[in-house]
T-cell receptor, first 113, second 110 residues
Framework: NAGVTQTPKFQVLKTGQSMTLQCAQD?????MYWYRQDPGMGLRLIYY???????DKGEVPNGYNVSRLNKREFSLRLESAAPSQTSVYFC????????????FGDGTRLSIL | QQPVQSPQAVILREGEDAVINCSSS?????VHWYRQKHGEAPVFLMI???GGEQKGHDKISASFNEKKQQSSLYLTASQLSYSGTYFC???WGGGFKTIFGAGTRLFVKA
């Protein structure tokens, strides 16, 4: 049972390039999330999808777009990467909307030069 | 909106106890606790719901005081495996999302 799978695990981009981070879960969860983690900042929510067909902004959505492709997959796109977007990106999923534990993927380490 | 965790870091010897606090300025519905080891993904520990309940998980337990909008994580008789960064995440009336604190680094030495 894979849980939450993120691809790629590592990526280096040049400023201005675009990139899509992929996330898939096999737990039949309804809700999915994208976070970024920077040193000393904890996990900050970028976007989330409470259920298939819906997406909403989190704390730090600027410079990102998301697509909830189906119940399993939730992708994060950087249209024009900036050095400030260098971070570790985590995808997570949970069974329902409220009061549910979140299961995290292993993360994507993204560097933008 | 981000909950405040304290302390920021703590160093323990094996067998010692620790308390990590999480406080919010918002009225909370629930509090999540996660542990993250270096280079790994956060792992769920427990959720506490509105109602002031206390939960336990092996030698790790937590309480939730909704009146004070605070939660505390208690680590008893710490083991080397407890080392990592502990995050609290709070849910309030802002939608289907959890907002995480900046984390508390815990290091347990032999």
């Amino acid at each position: 049972n894979a849980g939450v799978t993120q691809t790629p695990k590592f990526q280096v981009l040049k400023t201005g390039q675009s990139m899509t981070l992929q996330c898939a879960q096999d737990m039949n969860h309804n809700s999915m999330y994208w976070y970024r983690q920077d040193p000393g900042m904890g996990l900050r929510l970028i976007y989330y999808s409470a259920s298939e067909g819906t997406t909403d902004k989190g704390e730090v959505p600027n410079g990102y777009n998301v697509s909830r492709l189906n119940k399993r997959e939730f992708s994060l796109r950087l249209e024009s990467a900036a050095p400030s977007q260098t971070s570790v990106y985590f995808c997570a999923s949970s069974e329902g909307r409220f009061n549910q534990p979140q299961h995290f993927g292993d993360g994507t380490r993204l560097s933008i030069l | 909106q981000q909950p405040v965790q304290s302390p920021q870091a703590v160093i323990l010897r094996e067998g010692e106890d620790a308390v990590i606090n999480c406080s919010s300025s918002k009225a909370l519905y629930s509090v999540h606790w996660y542990r993250q080891k270096h280079g790994e993904a956060p792992v769920f520990l427990m959720i506490l719901l509105k109602g002031g309940e206390q939960k336990g998980h092996d030698k790790i337990s937590a309480s939730f005081n909704e009146k004070k909008q605070q939660s505390s994580l208690y680590l008893t008789a710490s083991q080397l495996s407890y080392s990592g960064t502990y995050f609290c995440g709070t849910e309030w009336g802002g939608g289907f999302k959890t907002i995480f604190g900046a984390g508390t680094r815990l290091f347990v030495k032999a």
